[in-house]
Structures are given as structure tokens and as C-alpha cells.
């Protein structure tokens, strides 16, 4: 038996039926009508007509009429839940004119989608109404269910009626085609719950009259206050003109607190709570409601003054005008009666912060004098401060610890106020959860809801067609910090499918560590990473010269896009233990520290090179930086390497490994045994191997790979000539004989560099300042113009199909001259 | 259908529902004119300009009428406010009462006009 029934003749069923078929505009037609007739009425009166008594007739039955059309028919709504099981009433009107008890699901979705709450709903989830229609399946639709279903959601949301955001809800609820779809949508049914949610704060709060703040006598009994205007915010006045904010947090505890506060003895509040917080939200909120004065005790109708800081210190000229201004401005506080004075970032009044001005001994009789009412807002390290230098005033203080929202309550905050920051573009409810999400993990200087309003405001700078989306939120971040939080587009998939080819680009062999470095890149872009650790962590063992610092930046380049991107700390200027506090500094005491940097660049390579030089502490504190994937520096704010990679290199053990390569063992086969090698001898604790992901040992290279190497510089070199058009080439034996002249098992691939330095880039400056290479030519050089065997190098035309036009080689350069030698102008006229 | 629909309202919530607005109209009024405030300080000092000394017996005297003016002053424009507020709201008592009343012959009376001014 159905728990609801639903009477179609139902007089109110009529009613609601005229409403939706146009009563809005029938009101208007009644009104032109009634104006018209009683003008016609008094002029037939005026002109002593019979017809004036008809006309006056009917305007008054039209009048009685409109009245009952805008204030019964018009205003028709839905029964509040409970109060009936009629459907026809508990149903929202404009969906009751409509409905019938065997409508099918479609032909209920097509009733739903003409109402603006359930196109509100759709518009906040992107939710197209077609696709929905598509899921809706063929199967019967169980009415009952579906009310029961409503009633519940409505009920989960304090709402105290059905409307129509509920049944769409509803329907996600019920229909298994819907259910299914909501993981492909990337949401669930406490998100649609939550969205019918804030259409019922919306219609709440626009249905709420405007609160009377007093009225016009209100401040008659009140002193004038002109150097607080002009040194202060009125916010009262703010929130008067404004009426009260909607999406200000509802913090009625906290204001509770607060005005007992101010009402107590000591008459004087300090506001403690991380910026972002909500602070200054609160004085809004207890302007507005000191403003109606209820539960407002003895502050009713008093009005909040936020001293300005920077103000009051600019009209310092001389000794003693501060003192002299703030003295003036609490005597007028003090006189005016009505006044409660707010100082916004207090600290600033404390001689704490750039811009500030020590008040403390002004203040303190103030305080002690209980005669005016302050509000203090202060971080809880601000707060701290005070105490310690000046606990006479905190005693005087009472504190209001404000606590940071859960998520839900946050969201609830971002989603009220998108509406009135977005504009003309709609903000969806996954926006919301994106910049909840994001700020959590890159904006960690501030507290919720602060950090997720300013990433959803940057947002509104990057809006998707006409929606600001999760892909503008993401957009917002990637373009303030420049790191990837967007999927990987096809072109970047590719990309990391071929990093490995990509890094050997620059890296010859080390095959193994290649790929390690590879796969866990791939694992982070595809979100398969732990995201509460570094994308990934990495220790490189292996000799000097192998490629361990060439790997880190290969990856900055191929992942992070440049070289740049790559934080590098030489661990040997880390071995005291003083170097602790130098590593942790915050920003503001080395804005180039490690922590400052990573704030700066999170997506980056973060190189520790020589870790095993490190002073045993800040290994230490390697635990908790591979394990959480952050570090809180010395001003107690952490600092996210969650977006970063972490590498850490080490010679430690280099001989043993060219040991085991030299008699022809492969890395893997040696691996495991050479880091327990690592742990008992004492190198490592084994605590700080097990946190990386990775343990990667490097092979030193052999000649044959060396000469691959030397090509790899010479690439560099012709990248560095380029805007020249001039480009180098080594022969196979000069290549052999640069390796040769700087082959050093101890020292790999360094000495590479310096060769091809010494006897190639020398050799080629030497010929472009002779003019022997022009433009468009290519210089190759033997073995011989490398230091070996004389013979002479070639500077050839790089057009192949006119060999024939290259001028003779000259003779083998001279040697180069011992001074300076003059810069002949390049003739280009000949060319 | 309509012509019950119409009755019932009237005859019913459309009735109470004009005295409320009345009422809740009178109270507006009440509350913009800052009734409860006005009469609370309907003796204290202008905008709380006030004078003290501790001077001569002229110069107290000319602060105790100094304040005086300013208690007259506030006592006066506060008078003023409290007299139209009274005004204001005997008028929607008046006017809003005189509906009340008549509300129930409103709709017979337009259909009595009506006839009225065709039989004329």
C-alpha cells in the first residue's frame, strides 16, 4: 500500500495548474486592467456619469481577484515535510500542476528539467539533461520509492520542504542506469545531496527579510567618531549597506563566545586562528549581529571600528604623534559609547611585521581600565608572541581559539560564495571540491576555508567555455606554481611512455636507473603514486662521473620542463649540526633556503648530492621528508615535497661496484648484497634506505661509452653555435682520442668535458676568429686537430649536393696566439 | 473551481493574512523610527556633545547649560521622530484596521456596485 496518495482534482492541484499556465502574467493583465478602469471610474464620477458606479464595481472585484492571485496562487508551496501525505501538497507546485501518479521516468526528468532548481542542479554538476534521460533505463518507476527517497534527502539537508533539486537527487538514488553513472561523472549521491543542499541555503536566504539595524535614531544617543573614519573601517557600515554576506560562515558558537566576551569584565577579545581562517569573516558577523541587537547583551547597536595600521603609521612626522593619534582615537571610542575597536592583524599594533608599531604600552591601560571594548585578530604564533613579551596584556585578553572547518562545512562556505563571485559563469560543485583538494595540498600557509576561496577566485581568471570547472581550478594552480595536477594530454601521455628514449637523448646507457626514474614518473602522472609522498624518491650509488647528477637533470628537462627546475643542495655544506636550523630556515630568513624554494617551484628535482657528508640529524630528518612528503621550517610552516622528485646522491661503495663491473658482473646480479653491504658497515641506517623508492646503482662507464659521451658534448656545443649556423663534427678517431687523453676509471665522464673543452671548442673559436668558418659551414675535425696525429680540419659547406663549390682546406691552424688578438668585422658581402 | 478556491482564501487565510500584513506593517514602522531607542534616551545629550569643568562657578554653570541645550536639543528632534512614528502608525492602524473590517464585503460589494451603477 503506497505511503502517499495524490487527489488530481484536488483544488489546490487547480491552483497550481493556473499558476504555471501563466498566472504570473495574468497578475499583470489584472493590473493594467484595474488601473485602467478606476482612472475610468473617476473620470466617469467627475462627470457625474451612472457607468462611474460599474467601472468602480469591477476594478474593486478585479482588485480582489489580483490579491487572491499573488498572494494565494502565486505563492503557493510545497507542504513542509510531515505535515501531510497528500503528494499534491508536499510536492514543490510548479512539478504538482504537472504530475500523475503513473508518469513514466522520463516523463517526470522532462517536468523536472523546466524547473530553475533542478536546472540549478544541473548546471552546478554539469549534468546534461539528455545524457541523464539516456540513464534514466525503461524499468517502471516506483513513485513511492522515489518520495521516500526525496523526503529522506530533504530531511539529510534540513530542508524543510521538497523541492525540485531533491527529486532529481532523488532520482540518482533510485534508478540504477543513474546510480551507475555517477562514477563515470566523478561523483556520488552526498555530492548531489550536498548540491540540493545549497539551493536550500540560497532560496533560505532569499526568502529572509531584511533585518532592521536599529532604525534612524539608532545612533542619536551616539558620539560623532571622525578620526576613527578616517583611521579605521566602520564595518558595521559595510554590513549595513551590504546587508549581511551571503556564504559567510555560520559561526554562531564562536560569536556567541565572542560577545560574551566582550560582554565580560575585562571587555577585551583576542581572535586567534591562522590566516584564512575566517577572522575577518567573523567581525562581519558579529557587526551584523550586533547590529540587530539581539543577543548582543549591552553591545546592542554598537558599531565595529577596524583600525588600520598602515594608516595611523603614516601620519607619523615626529616623536610622539602616534601615541598622540591612537590616544585621540580611543578617547573618541571611549566617548562616542557605541563603539567596539577591532584590530585586524594585531601584531601589527605590537611592534611584530613589516609595517608595524609598538602600541603595547598604550594599549595596556586601556586594557586595564576595562573601559573600552577590542577585539585583537592574531595568528596563534602572534599570539604566542604577545604572550611571551608582554603577558600582562594577554592576561587582560580573553582568548577565542578558532578552529578550522571540516570539509563539508568548507565546501558549503566555497560553494556560497562562488555565487557571488562568479559572475555571469556558473561554478561547478566539482570546482569546489577541486580547489578544496588542491589548496589542501599547495597552499598549506593558509587555514580552510581562506586558502580554497583564493584558488577558487584565481580560477575565475581561467573559466572552461562559460563554467569555472575543476580543469580551471587546476588551470588557476598550474599557472601559479607550474606544476602538472591536469591529466596527461595525449601528446604529454606520449611523452612518458617514451621517457626513457627521451633521457637517453642525454644519458648514455645506465639503462637500469633510466628506467627505474621512468616508471615511477609514469606512476605519479597516472595518479597510481601515493600522493602523500614525493612523486618519487631516489638514492644514486654509483662513482664519480657516472650520470647521477646528468639523470637529475635530464628529468628536470624532460619532465619539468627545464633544467632550471631543479633544486640542488652539495650535502658536504651540511655536516654540523648547526646546519640543521640552516636547512629548516623559513622564508623569511633565507628566502633562497631549501624550504623557501620548494614553497616557490614544488614541482621540481630536488637533488641532495653527497647525502652521505650530511650531519646525521638532518638525515634525520630525511625520514619524515621521504615518509610524509614534507618539512616544516622554523617558522613552524610546512613546506610540500609532494610535488617533487627526490634524489639523493652518494660515492659511497663506488670501488666495490667497479669491482663487481670489472669482473664482469651485471648490477642486478650484485645490487641487493651491496646495499646490505651499505647498512652494516654502518654508511646508511637502514631506516633511511627502506624510505626510498628506489635504490639505484650505477655502472662506470667504459670507453666505448665514453665516445658516446664526447658526442653528446659535441651536440652541445653545436646547440651553443647555433645562432652562429656553424656546426662541429668529430671523426670516430678524434672522438677516440679525446677519450683517450682524459680516460680516468676513477673519474668517468668528467674529464670528457674538459677535453672537449680544451682541444674542441679552443680549436673551433680559433677558426670562426679567423673567419676560416662562415655561416652555414661545418667544421670537422680529425684526430689531429684534437691533439693527435697533425692533419689538417675541414670547414666545409653543410650542402651536400655541392661538394665540388667547398673551397681547399687551409693549412692546419697555427697555433693560437699568446695575446689578444683584434676581432676582424665578419665580410658577409662576398657571400 | 476558481470561485471556491477564491472563497475559501478570502473568507480564511487571505483574511488573517491582511491583518498580519497590517500588523507586521505597524511594526516596521515602529522598528525604522527606532521607537524602543528613542524612548530609552529621550532625555540624553544631542549626539553626546557635552561639556564638563571644574573651573569657576561660571564656567560650571555655563557647562551645566550647555549640557542642558543638549539634552533639550535631544529631547526635542527625538519628540519630533516619536510624534510621526505615532502619526505613521495610527494611520496604518487606522487605514489597515478599516480594511480588516471591510475585507469580508469587499467581493459582495464590487458585484453590488457592478449592479448598481447598470441599474442606475
Same mark, same amino acid.
Do not use: C
Given at each position: 500500500?503506497?505511503?502517499?496518495?495524490?487527489?488530481?482534482?484536488?483544488?489546490?492541484?487547480?491552483?497550481?495548474?493556473?499558476?504555471?499556465?501563466?498566472?504570473?502574467?495574468?497578475?499583470?493583465?489584472?493590473?493594467?486592467?484595474?488601473?485602467?478602469?478606476?482612472?475610468?471610474?473617476?473620470?466617469?464620477?467627475?462627470?457625474?456619469?451612472?457607468?462611474?458606479?460599474?467601472?468602480?464595481?469591477?476594478?474593486?472585484?478585479?482588485?480582489?481577484?489580483?490579491?487572491?492571485?499573488?498572494?494565494?496562487?502565486?505563492?503557493?508551496?510545497?507542504?513542509?515535510?510531515?505535515?501531510?501525505?497528500?503528494?499534491?501538497?508536499?510536492?514543490?507546485?510548479?512539478?504538482?500542476?504537472?504530475?500523475?501518479?503513473?508518469?513514466?521516468?522520463?516523463?517526470?526528468?522532462?517536468?523536472?528539467?523546466?524547473?530553475?532548481?533542478?536546472?540549478?542542479?544541473?548546471?552546478?554538476?554539469?549534468?546534461?539533461?539528455?545524457?541523464?534521460?539516456?540513464?534514466?533505463?525503461?524499468?517502471?518507476?516506483?513513485?513511492?520509492?522515489?518520495?521516500?527517497?526525496?523526503?529522506?534527502?530533504?530531511?539529510?539537508?534540513?530542508?524543510?520542504?521538497?523541492?525540485?533539486?531533491?527529486?532529481?537527487?532523488?532520482?540518482?538514488?533510485?534508478?540504477?542506469?543513474?546510480?551507475?553513472?555517477?562514477?563515470?561523472?566523478?561523483?556520488?549521491?552526498?555530492?548531489?545531496?550536498?548540491?540540493?543542499?545549497?539551493?536550500?541555503?540560497?532560496?533560505?536566504?532569499?526568502?529572509?527579510?531584511?533585518?532592521?539595524?536599529?532604525?534612524?535614531?539608532?545612533?542619536?544617543?551616539?558620539?560623532?567618531?571622525?578620526?576613527?573614519?578616517?583611521?579605521?573601517?566602520?564595518?558595521?557600515?559595510?554590513?549595513?549597506?551590504?546587508?549581511?554576506?551571503?556564504?559567510l560562515q555560520?559561526r554562531?558558537?564562536q560569536l556567541?563566545?565572542l560577545?560574551?566576551?566582550?560582554?565580560?569584565?575585562?571587555?577585551?577579545?583576542?581572535v586567534?586562528g591562522?590566516?584564512?581562517i575566517g577572522k575577518s569573516s567573523l567581525l562581519l558577523g558579529l557587526a551584523?549581529?550586533?547590529?540587530?541587537?539581539?543577543?548582543?547583551?549591552?553591545?546592542?547597536?554598537?558599531?565595529?571600528?577596524?583600525?588600520?595600521?598602515?594608516?595611523?603609521?603614516?601620519?607619523?612626522?615626529?616623536?610622539?604623534?602616534?601615541?598622540?593619534?591612537?590616544?585621540?582615537?580611543?578617547?573618541?571610542?571611549?566617548?562616542?559609547?557605541?563603539?567596539?575597536?577591532a584590530?585586524?592583524?594585531?601584531?601589527?599594533?605590537?611592534?611584530?611585521?613589516?609595517?608595524?608599531?609598538?602600541?603595547?604600552?598604550?594599549?595596556?591601560?586601556?586594557?586595564?581600565?576595562?573601559?573600552?571594548?577590542?577585539v585583537?585578530n592574531?595568528?596563534?604564533?602572534?599570539?604566542?608572541?604577545?604572550?611571551?613579551?608582554?603577558?600582562?596584556?594577554?592576561?587582560?585578553?580573553?582568548?577565542l581559539?578558532l578552529?578550522?572547518?571540516?570539509?563539508?562545512?568548507?565546501?558549503?562556505?566555497?560553494?556560497?560564495?562562488?555565487?557571488?563571485?562568479?559572475?555571469?559563469?556558473?561554478?561547478?560543485?566539482?570546482?569546489?571540491?577541486?580547489?578544496?583538494?588542491?589548496?589542501?595540498?599547495?597552499?598549506?600557509?593558509?587555514?580552510?576555508?581562506?586558502?580554497?576561496?583564493?584558488?577558487?577566485?584565481?580560477?575565475?581568471?581561467?573559466?572552461?567555455?562559460?563554467?569555472?570547472?575543476?580543469?580551471?581550478?587546476?588551470?588557476?594552480?598550474?599557472?601559479?606554481?607550474?606544476?602538472?595536477?591536469?591529466?596527461?594530454?595525449?601528446?604529454?601521455?606520449?611523452?612518458?611512455?617514451?621517457?626513457?628514449?627521451?633521457?637517453?637523448?642525454?644519458?648514455?646507457?645506465?639503462?637500469?636507473?633510466?628506467?627505474?626514474?621512468?616508471?615511477?614518473?609514469?606512476?605519479?602522472?597516472?595518479?597510481?603514486?601515493?600522493?602523500?609522498?614525493?612523486?618519487?624518491?631516489?638514492?644514486?650509488?654509483?662513482?664519480?662521473?657516472?650520470?647521477?647528477?646528468?639523470?637529475?637533470?635530464?628529468?628536470?628537462?624532460?619532465?619539468?620542463?627545464?633544467?632550471?627546475?631543479?633544486?640542488?643542495?652539495?650535502?658536504?655544506?651540511?655536516?654540523?649540526?648547526?646546519?640543521?636550523?640552516?636547512?629548516?630556515?623559513?622564508?623569511?630568513?633565507?628566502?633562497?633556503?631549501?624550504?623557501?624554494?620548494?614553497?616557490?617551484?614544488?614541482?621540481?628535482?630536488?637533488?641532495?648530492?653527497?647525502?652521505?657528508?650530511?650531519?646525521?640529524?638532518?638525515?634525520?630528518?630525511?625520514?619524515?621528508?621521504?615518509?610524509?612528503?614534507?618539512?616544516?621550517?622554523?617558522?613552524?610552516?610546512?613546506?610540500?615535497?609532494?610535488?617533487?622528485?627526490?634524489?639523493?646522491?652518494?660515492?659511497?661503495?663506488?670501488?666495490?661496484?667497479?669491482?663487481?663491473?670489472?669482473?664482469?658482473?651485471?648490477?642486478?646480479?650484485?645490487?641487493?648484497?651491496?646495499?646490505?653491504?651499505?647498512?652494516?658497515?654502518?654508511?646508511?641506517?637502514?631506516?633511511?634506505?627502506?624510505?626510498?623508492?628506489?635504490?639505484?646503482?650505477?655502472?662506470?662507464?667504459?670507453?666505448?661509452?665514453?665516445?658516446?659521451?664526447?658526442?653528446?658534448?659535441?651536440?652541445?656545443?653545436?646547440?651553443?653555435?647555433?645562432?652562429?649556423?656553424?656546426?662541429?663534427?668529430?671523426?670516430?678517431?678524434?672522438?677516440?682520442?679525446?677519450?683517450?687523453?682524459?680516460?680516468?676509471?676513477?673519474?668517468?665522464?668528467?674529464?670528457?668535458?674538459?677535453?672537449?673543452?680544451?682541444?674542441?671548442?679552443?680549436?673551433?673559436?680559433?677558426?670562426?676568429?679567423?673567419?676560416?668558418?662562415?655561416?652555414?659551414?661545418?667544421?670537422?675535425?680529425?684526430?689531429?686537430?684534437?691533439?693527435?696525429?697533425?692533419?689538417?680540419?675541414?670547414?666545409?659547406?653543410?650542402?651536400?649536393?655541392?661538394?665540388?663549390?667547398?673551397?681547399?682546406?687551409?693549412?692546419?691552424?697555427?697555433?693560437?696566439?699568446?695575446?689578444?688578438?683584434?676581432?676582424?668585422?665578419?665580410?658577409?658581402?662576398?657571400? | 473551481?476558481?470561485?471556491?478556491?477564491?472563497?475559501?482564501?478570502?473568507?480564511?487565510?487571505?483574511? $488573517?493574512?491582511? +491583518?498580519?500584513? &497590517?500588523?507586521?506593517? !505597524?511594526?516596521? @514602522?515602529? =522598528?525604522?523610527?527606532?521607537?524602543? %531607542?528613542? *524612548?530609552?534616551?529621550?532625555?540624553?545629550?544631542?549626539?553626546?556633545?557635552?561639556?564638563?569643568?571644574?573651573?569657576?562657578?561660571?564656567?560650571?554653570?555655563?557647562?551645566?547649560?550647555?549640557?542642558?541645550?543638549? $539634552?533639550?536639543? +535631544?529631547?526635542? &528632534?527625538?519628540?519630533? !521622530?516619536?510624534? @510621526?512614528? =505615532?502619526?505613521?502608525?495610527?494611520? %496604518?492602524? *487606522?487605514?489597515?484596521?478599516?480594511?480588516?473590517?471591510?475585507?469580508?464585503?469587499?467581493?459582495?460589494?464590487?458585484?453590488?456596485?457592478?449592479?448598481?451603477?447598470?441599474?442606475?
Amino acid at each position: 500500500m503506497s505511503a502517499y496518495s495524490f487527489n488530481a482534482g484536488s483544488l489546490l492541484l487547480q491552483e497550481a495548474r493556473l499558476r504555471r499556465s501563466g498566472g504570473q502574467r495574468l497578475a499583470q493583465i489584472l493590473l493594467i486592467a484595474i488601473v485602467v478602469l478606476a482612472v475610468a471610474a473617476a473620470g466617469l464620477g467627475l462627470a457625474r456619469h451612472h457607468q462611474a458606479v460599474s467601472l468602480a464595481g469591477l476594478a474593486l472585484g478585479l482588485l480582489t481577484l489580483r490579491l487572491w492571485l499573488v498572494r494565494r496562487v502565486l505563492a503557493l508551496q510545497a507542504a513542509p515535510l510531515g505535515s501531510t501525505t497528500q503528494l499534491e501538497q508536499l510536492l514543490p507546485p510548479e512539478l504538482a500542476a504537472a504530475y500523475r501518479p503513473n508518469l513514466t521516468a522520463p516523463q517526470l526528468w522532462t517536468i523536472l528539467t523546466s524547473t530553475w532548481q533542478a536546472q540549478f542542479v544541473m548546471a552546478r554538476f554539469g549534468l546534461y539533461p539528455e545524457v541523464i534521460a539516456e540513464h534514466l533505463g525503461d524499468e517502471p518507476l516506483d513513485h513511492d520509492q522515489l518520495w521516500q527517497a526525496a523526503t529522506a534527502q530533504a530531511q539529510a539537508t534540513s530542508l524543510p520542504r521538497l523541492n525540485s533539486a531533491v527529486i532529481v537527487t532523488a532520482l540518482f538514488a533510485v534508478r540504477p542506469g543513474l546510480v551507475a553513472l555517477l562514477p563515470q561523472l566523478k561523483l556520488t549521491s552526498e555530492d548531489l545531496t550536498e548540491g540540493a543542499a545549497w539551493l536550500g541555503r540560497l532560496e533560505a536566504f532569499q526568502a529572509a527579510k531584511r533585518p532592521v539595524y536599529g532604525g534612524i535614531a539608532r545612533d542619536w544617543a551616539a558620539g560623532f567618531t571622525p578620526t576613527l573614519s578616517r583611521f579605521g573601517q566602520n564595518i558595521s557600515q559595510q554590513v549595513e549597506l551590504g546587508g549581511k554576506q551571503f556564504g559567510l560562515q555560520e559561526r554562531t558558537q564562536q560569536l556567541d563566545a565572542l560577545v560574551t566576551g566582550l560582554n565580560s569584565a575585562s571587555g577585551s577579545v583576542a581572535v586567534i586562528g591562522e590566516p584564512g581562517i575566517g577572522k575577518s569573516s567573523l567581525l562581519l558577523g558579529l557587526a551584523d549581529r550586533l547590529l540587530q541587537g539581539q543577543d548582543s547583551g549591552r553591545l546592542a547597536h554598537h558599531q565595529i571600528f577596524s583600525l588600520n595600521a598602515s594608516l595611523i603609521l603614516g601620519q607619523q612626522q615626529g616623536a610622539g604623534d602616534i601615541e598622540r593619534i591612537v590616544l585621540m582615537l580611543f578617547g573618541e571610542a571611549l566617548h562616542a559609547g557605541n563603539i567596539v575597536v577591532a584590530l585586524d592583524e594585531a601584531q601589527l599594533f605590537f611592534g611584530q611585521g613589516t609595517g608595524a608599531v609598538n602600541l603595547s604600552q598604550l594599549l595596556l591601560p586601556i586594557l586595564q581600565a576595562h573601559s573600552i571594548k577590542l577585539v585583537l585578530n592574531l595568528t596563534p604564533g602572534d599570539w604566542q608572541k604577545l604572550k611571551s613579551t608582554n603577558a600582562a596584556m594577554t592576561s587582560l585578553l580573553t582568548p577565542l581559539v578558532l578552529v578550522e572547518p571540516s570539509q563539508t562545512d568548507t565546501l558549503r562556505v566555497l560553494a556560497d560564495r562562488a555565487l557571488i563571485m562568479e559572475g555571469d559563469r556558473l561554478t561547478t560543485y566539482q570546482a569546489l571540491q577541486e580547489a578544496y583538494r588542491l589548496a589542501g595540498r599547495y597552499f598549506q600557509d593558509e587555514a580552510y576555508p581562506g586558502r580554497a576561496l583564493k584558488l577558487l577566485e584565481a580560477a575565475l581568471n581561467h573559466p572552461d567555455g562559460q563554467l569555472i570547472s575543476a580543469t580551471s581550478v587546476q588551470e588557476a594552480v598550474e599557472s601559479q606554481l607550474g606544476v602538472k595536477v591536469q591529466s596527461a594530454t595525449v601528446d604529454e601521455s606520449d611523452a612518458l611512455l617514451h621517457l626513457e628514449d627521451h633521457i637517453h637523448e642525454r644519458m648514455i646507457n645506465q639503462s637500469r636507473a633510466v628506467s627505474v626514474v621512468a616508471a615511477a614518473l609514469r606512476r605519479a602522472r597516472a595518479g597510481v603514486a601515493n600522493p602523500r609522498r614525493p612523486i618519487g624518491s631516489f638514492l644514486f650509488l654509483g662513482p664519480t662521473g657516472v650520470g647521477k647528477t646528468e639523470l637529475a637533470r635530464s628529468l628536470a628537462a624532460v619532465y619539468f620542463g627545464a633544467e632550471r627546475n631543479i633544486i640542488r643542495l652539495d650535502m658536504s655544506e651540511y655536516q654540523q649540526t648547526s646546519d640543521v636550523a640552516r636547512l629548516l630556515e623559513s622564508a623569511a630568513e633565507n628566502p633562497e633556503g631549501l624550504l623557501a624554494k620548494v614553497r616557490t617551484a614544488p614541482f621540481s628535482v630536488v637533488l641532495f648530492d653527497e647525502i652521505e657528508k650530511a650531519n646525521p640529524n638532518i638525515l634525520n630528518l630525511f625520514l619524515q621528508l621521504l615518509d610524509e612528503g614534507n618539512l616544516t621550517d622554523s617558522a613552524n610552516k610546512p613546506a610540500s615535497f609532494k610535488d617533487a622528485i627526490v634524489i639523493a646522491t652518494s660515492n659511497a661503495g663506488a670501488d666495490e661496484i667497479r669491482r663487481h663491473i670489472e669482473a664482469g658482473e651485471e648490477l642486478e646480479s650484485f645490487e641487493q648484497a651491496f646495499t646490505d653491504n651499505l647498512i652494516n658497515s654502518g654508511q646508511f641506517k637502514p631506516e633511511l634506505i627502506n624510505r626510498f623508492d628506489e635504490v639505484v646503482l650505477f655502472r662506470p662507464l667504459n670507453p666505448a661509452e665514453l665516445v658516446q659521451v664526447v658526442q653528446l658534448l659535441i651536440n652541445e656545443v653545436n646547440r651553443t653555435l647555433e645562432p652562429q649556423k656553424i656546426q662541429v663534427k668529430l671523426t670516430d678517431a678524434a672522438a677516440a682520442e679525446l677519450v683517450r687523453a682524459g680516460y680516468d676509471p676513477r673519474l668517468g665522464a668528467r674529464p670528457m668535458r674538459r677535453m672537449v673543452q680544451r682541444r674542441v671548442e679552443d680549436t673551433v673559436a680559433g677558426q670562426i676568429l679567423r673567419g676560416q668558418a662562415r655561416p652555414g659551414d661545418t667544421i670537422s675535425l680529425d684526430i689531429a686537430d684534437v691533439g693527435g696525429p697533425a692533419q689538417a680540419p675541414v670547414a666545409a659547406s653543410t650542402s651536400a649536393a655541392a661538394p665540388a663549390a667547398t673551397p681547399p682546406p687551409p693549412p692546419a691552424p697555427p697555433p693560437a696566439p699568446a695575446g689578444p688578438q683584434p676581432i676582424l668585422p665578419r665580410d658577409d658581402s662576398g657571400r | 473551481m476558481f470561485v471556491i478556491g477564491f472563497l475559501q482564501w478570502w473568507y480564511g487565510p487571505g483574511w $488573517r493574512d491582511a +491583518g498580519q500584513r &497590517v500588523v507586521e506593517m !505597524a511594526r516596521q @514602522t515602529y =522598528l525604522n523610527f527606532s521607537v524602543p %531607542i528613542l *524612548l530609552r534616551t529621550l532625555l540624553a545629550p544631542w549626539r553626546r556633545i557635552t561639556s564638563s569643568s571644574d573651573g569657576s562657578l561660571e564656567q560650571r554653570a555655563r557647562a551645566m547649560l550647555d549640557n542642558v541645550v543638549s $539634552r533639550a536639543v +535631544g529631547f526635542g &528632534v527625538r519628540v519630533i !521622530a516619536l510624534v @510621526t512614528a =505615532l502619526v505613521m502608525i495610527l494611520l %496604518i492602524g *487606522l487605514g489597515g484596521g478599516l480594511l480588516v473590517l471591510l475585507w469580508p464585503i469587499l467581493p459582495p460589494l464590487s458585484l453590488i456596485l457592478v449592479a448598481g451603477g447598470l441599474v442606475l
